[in-house]
């Protein structure tokens, strides 16, 4: 097999475990310090993708557009935390599957309604597009190469906030006993507000980061939403260390697992049957991987409460 | 008095959907014999789903997946020519119960969040896999060009005598599944879900009976499928869409959690709901998102709450 094949793939992997993490972490904090189940996260993803585009265009300007999509993405998070789910912290997880299940559908239809149902395609500035010599023979996309480094930028600035700033104290500390940052004088919902407002940016940012690889259109958030939920589970629940890495290993797993399983089973199969059992197994694949995950570790591998 | 209300409710129901065929005939508008048809199918399914979740608390969100697993059941056979009803339906019920065995073997281990998302994955991938294969339609799904054939019995291409196996189907299952709940078996689900700890305490172990629970609701919804492929002549893999997996969530809790009858008004009131809706306008889905979620907010107890009162 091709080296570069190789690595070039291992690097979408990177570049699809960056962008899983910037949506788990959202998810997963909100669900650690906020107890809530948001199904609605990936409609956020979505909104980030259509407001960026929509700016982008209005604008001109490609930054404009980004910093643009990700206020506006913010604004909305804020919106239905105040509106919608203020409620929600203290019912069931049913409750709160459910209520979001509503929520996705109203987003859906609205992002329809307002730009559509036919798939946007987003260009990129030319300063992003092109590719780039990484070394002797190997080129790769500048810009999974920008949203890589973006990703693994903000996963540090994500650190650096959690553990070494006094927000970060008191989202770690709101993580393990709710009732006593209350009680001693913080203004919970204000952080709750915060907290999903900042997750919501950052489904946000993955979602305009995407627009350009693949097509903006409604719907869009459900699709990576479930690995969302895979590499939660897998990482572990409330754990942004988890969250890491639960994303790197799907990302990489569902991206070399699409690219090589269908060659490997050729050279044992028939073309045939490696053609039709193949793809299907690639998709199968990281599900797979979190059925075993769970059978060795059902807390996941980074539990946030162990 | 609540049982001898609720008795004669349920009666009247019966009688109103038995009448349907003869007063659509008469009205000369078959489309409302269509119409209930599909929603006696997903009240059945709908049916099988209240047993784990109202009854089990567990919030499984992956329960589409056995519809598909039913029909594709039916689809492939008669794709390769075997349209023995008996067979076919054999098939889709245990194929959705094998199915069940895996899916719950691994889920049922965890609880809560985990569970919800777990089954949701599994799912997906169920989807993903029935997009993949090709030879079955994969992304466009696969025409079913013979109904399921049972000769003697009933012809399923009369629209009648479908109808009324639909009914029929539907109250066998009401009857088996309040048998079911009221049985030993039945408690010790019911009891998981109210105290596990002391139900264990007590010598129970949740996890055999959450199981087979898991399969008889899954083989149940593979029944459905199989109808649902007979009644749409079509199959997709967006049978096994999560978001359908979601509607039949809010059937059960729409129509009331904790009552046998409970799916079967969710399954009327969202089905007509969104019936009506979609007449009104093509963005019915932004009506209808907010509507779900006020109905989670406020419906407590569900539409079988208000009719039959406290007890339920």
């Known amino acids: 097999m091709n080296l570069f094949l190789v690595l070039e793939q291992a690097l979408n992997g990177l570049q699809l475990g960056v962008m899983l993490f910037l949506m ?10 906020m107890n809530l189940v948001n199904l609605a996260h990936g409609s956020f993803y979505m909104v980030g993708a259509y407001l960026a585009t929509y700016f982008y265009q209005a604008t001109g300007s490609y930054l404009l557009g980004v910093l643009l999509g990700l206020a506006g993405t913010l604004l909305v998070g804020i919106a239905v935390e105040l509106v919608a789910l203020r409620t929600l912290y203290e019912r069931e997880h049913l409750d709160q599957v459910l209520a979001t299940f509503g929520l996705i559908l109203f987003f859906n239809e609205l992002m329809a309604i307002l730009w559509g149902r036919a798939a946007i395609y987003t260009t990129l500035p030319d300063y992003l597009s092109g590719h780039v010599e ?20 903000v996963a540090g600035l994500l650190w650096f906030v959690v553990a070494r700033t006094r927000l970060g104290m008191l989202i770690r500390a709101g993580a393990s006993n709710r009732a006593m940052v209350a009680a001693l004088g913080v203004n919970v919902r204000l952080l709750y507000t915060l907290v999903f407002g900042f997750g919501a940016a950052l489904a946000g940012l993955a979602g305009l980061m995407s627009g350009p690889i693949h097509v903006v259109q409604p719907g869009m958030g459900e699709l990576i939403l479930i690995e969302v939920f895979v590499v939660i589970v897998i990482g572990g629940i409330g754990s942004i260390r988890g969250a890491l890495a639960g994303a790197l290993i799907v990302g990489m797993a569902d ?25 299907a197994l690639a998709s199968m694949l990281i599900y797979l991987l979190m059925a075993i995950v769970l059978a060795l570790k059902p807390q996941g591998l980074f539990p946030a409460r162990s | 008095m609540n049982s001898r209300r609720r008795a004669i409710v349920l009666a009247a129901g019966l009688v109103l959907l038995a009448a349907v065929p003869p007063l659509a005939a008469l009205a000369n508008q078959p489309f409302y014999l269509d119409l209930v048809r599909r929603v006696m199918i997903f009240a059945i399914a709908a049916l099988s789903l209240n047993l784990i979740l109202g009854y089990g608390g567990m919030i499984s969100f992956g329960h589409a997946a056995y519809l ?108 088996l599944g309040q048998r079911l709940v009221d049985s030993r078996f039945g408690m010790v689900i019911r009891a998981a879900k109210s105290n596990e700890v002391r139900t264990r305490s007590i010598g129970f172990s949740p996890y055999p009976y959450r199981l087979a629970a898991f ?60 019936d009506a809706l979609s007449g009104w306008t093509q963005h019915w889905q932004l009506v209808l998102g907010p509507l779900l979620v006020l109905s989670v907010l406020f419906l407590r107890r569900g539409l079988a709450g208000l009719l039959f009162g406290k007890n339920e």
Request: net charge neutral; charged share 10%.
């Open chain 1, 134 to 153: 990484l070394f002797a023979g190997l080129r790769y996309p500048l810009y999974r190469l920008v949203i890589i480094a973006v990703g693994l930028a």
């Open chain 2, 68 to 175: 598909g697993v039913g029909a594709y059941a039916v689809g492939v056979l008669a794709h390769y020519g075997i349209n023995n009803g008996y067979l076919q339906w054999a098939l889709a019920i245990g194929a959705s119960a094998l199915v069940a065995l895996a899916i719950g073997a691994v889920s049922i281990r965890t609880s809560g969040v985990y569970f919800i998302m777990i089954t949701l994955a599994f799912t997906q991938m169920l989807y993903y896999l029935g997009i993949s294969i090709a030879e079955y339609g994969g992304d466009d799904g696969m025409r079913l060009a013979v109904k399921s054939q049972f000769p003697g019995l009933v012809d399923l291409n009369d629209a009648n005598a479908f109808y009324y196996l639909v009914l029929a189907i539907l109250v066998l299952a009401l009857f």
């Open chain 1, 24 to 33: 788990a972490a959202g998810l997963t904090l909100v669900f650690g310090i």
């Open chain 2, 215 to 274: 399969v008889i609701a899954g083989a149940v919804c593979g029944l459905a499928g199989a109808l649902l492929v007979n009644h749409t002549a079509y199959l997709t893999p967006e049978f096994m869409n999560w978001t359908r997996s979601g509607e039949l969530m809010f059937m059960v809790i729409l129509g009331g959690m904790a009552s046998i009858a409970g799916p079967v008004l969710g399954a009327f009131a969202l089905l007509l709901v969104e």
């Open chain 1, 255 to 279: 991206t070399l697992g699409r690219a090589f399983v269908r060659p490997m089973l050729a050279t044992v199969l028939s073309t045939t049957a490696a053609d039709t059992a193949g793809p």
